[in-house]
């Protein structure tokens, strides 16, 4: 089975200097049909003003990671990270037992767009530590680069859940496969452009969960950057 999940019916908060749009339940957003996707928790599609950012606050026991589509996060935290998140890169930080932190737009001029992923750990009160990574372009164009995994193979980013996350930039006639293995999920969000994913028309914000289903197949794209999920069920 697949479904669709328009962009438009999404949750919606506008702070001034946050707009956010949630694919799952979130803060004050609560919608029974869309809490998580096995344990995938939250995707925000997150713009931050200039200038503006999460002040300092905690996380526990969660997987989050950060993925920046223009201008540049900056994080700090308490295990002593302070770094600037750009596009192509993946960080994740693993909450763990506890950690505080914070991220900011520290552009005097332009936002920050990114999206912020959470992902519930296979177990709970794990040490707190952190991964940034960077992939480029190239290794995302026409294909599906893994990103995110629990073993780190392919040089990706772990986290601590039988969970992979990968990324692709699709244009014109270039296409990609991904196997899903019986009694797992698949999760595909489309970051920006439009592509079509087993015969849906998607764009940017749009997804599709797949539930019984043995492969995601994607293509004709214009301009499209596309995450696609390969998780276990919880």
Request: glycine share 12%; aromatic share 8%; charged share 20%.
């Amino acid at each position: 089975m697949i479904t669709l999940r328009p962009a438009a019916e999404r949750g919606h908060a506008d702070h001034g200097w946050l707009d956010s749009w949630h694919s799952f339940s979130f803060a004050d957003y609560h919608d029974p049909d869309h809490v998580h996707w096995g344990p995938l928790r939250v995707i925000n599609e997150d713009r931050v003003e200039a200038g503006r950012g999460f002040g300092q606050h905690g996380h526990r026991d969660m997987e989050i990671i950060s993925y920046v589509l223009d201008g540049a996060l900056g994080h700090k935290d308490s295990m002593g990270n302070s770094s600037s998140i750009v596009p192509g890169d993946v960080q994740r930080m693993s909450a763990g037992t506890g950690v505080m932190h914070s991220e900011y737009n520290y552009s005097p001029a332009g936002q920050t767009h990114f999206l912020q992923i959470w992902i519930i750990p296979a177990q709970q009160g794990v040490t707190p530590s952190y991964e940034q990574k960077h992939f480029e372009a190239a290794d995302k164009r026409g294909r599906l680069r893994l990103v995110v995994s629990p073993d780190g193979r392919d040089d990706s980013v772990t986290i601590h859940q039988d969970a992979y996350l990968y990324a692709g930039l699709f244009d014109g006639a270039e296409t990609a496969r991904l196997p899903i293995a019986a009694g797992r999920l698949g999760y595909v969000h489309v970051a920006r452009g439009e592509v079509i994913v087993d015969g849906h028309r998607l764009v940017a914000g749009d997804a599709l969960r797949y539930q019984g289903e043995s492969l995601i197949s994607i293509g004709e794209g214009t301009g499209a950057e596309v995450l696609v999920f390969d998780l276990p069920t919880l």
